[in-house]
């Protein structure tokens, strides 16, 4: 996933990690297509086999609808999923070192986090696309409701809440348009942009915590200078609501799983 990341940093950084780079890259090249695909996978998970008749047959076994059928899909896509990151992740090591680049143990650990992140959210992104197949019976509209939710959650709502921030960082310093911040001096302007980051944050776990990539890119914000554990005792409510969010999918989906008709 990392290579093209570690190239393009090779000539100035190495040694290092730079979190704005690496989290830019999984955020355009890694968990967007792996996002919209696991959300899309999930979104086709039960519908499909109800529509082809394929889960009808499965619980005419004799075995648990829940455990058997439910939990044993979610989990071997789980699995999949896993070593899918995994393998690619070291895989993208192992270029990155046949071309020179020197990685230092803190740009690995920095590296596998994000990765492990990246998977916490791709497990969250795969349970409510449980939710979604569940709740609309057809496949095809699940695949189109389920685009259209992830460019609602990914994109356009994240941008309504960095314009939330930078307004009122702008209310603060008394900004009411260019001309009021070219006479600011340096030390306003990087007062004023320090303002609009920590706003941003707030403001992101407070509209945006079911949102997995603004979460994510808050987290890797700490990575740079910081060690793995304090990067994560930092950001304990922002994984605590991504593991939350999951097993509330989860929740939702099974319960209404257990009432279906599945015929």
């Known amino acids: ?4 990341v570690f190239l393009g940093i090779k000539d100035t950084m190495q040694g290092s990690a730079n979190p704005k780079i690496l989290i830019g890259h999984i955020t355009t090249s890694t968990y967007i297509p792996a996002g919209i695909l696991t959300l899309l996978l999930g979104a086709t998970s039960i519908n499909d086999d109800i529509s082809k008749g394929t889960a009808e047959i ?17 989990l071997g896509q789980s699995i999949v999923i ?6 690619s992740t070291l895989f993208s090591i192992s270029i990155a070192k046949c071309y020179g680049l020197h990685m230092s143990e803190r740009m690995i650990e920095n590296v596998f986090l994000i990765t492990l992140l990246t998977l916490l959210a791709m497990i969250q992104l795969l349970a409510l696309g449980y939710l979604i197949s569940l709740i609309i019976r057809s496949p095809n509209i699940a695949l189109g ?14 941008q309504i809440v960095e314009n939330m921030a930078e307004n009122k960082a702008k209310d603060e310093f008394g900004i009411s348009g260019w001309k009021d911040y070219s006479s600011m001096s340096y030390e306003e302007i990087e007062r004023y942009k320090e303002r609009i980051d920590e706003l941003q944050r707030e403001y992101d776990l407070r509209f945006l915590f079911y949102a997995p990539n603004i979460q994510l890119l808050d987290i890797a914000g700490d990575l740079e200078g910081t060690a793995v554990n304090n990067i994560i005792t930092h950001n304990l409510s ?24 599945l015929r």
């Open 1 to 4: 996933m990392y290579t093209h």
């Open 58 to 74: 499965i619980i005419s076994k004799p075995i648990n609808r829940v455990v058997g059928y439910f939990v044993h899909k979610f």
């Open 82 to 87: 896993t070593g899918a990151l995994i393998t």
């Open 145 to 158: 409701a389920s685009l259209v939710l992830f460019l609602i959650i990914s994109f356009i709502l994240p």
């Open 238 to 261: 922002r994984i605590g609501i991504m593991i939350g969010l999951t097993l509330i999918y989860l929740i939702l989906g099974l319960a209404y799983f257990k009432r279906m008709d």
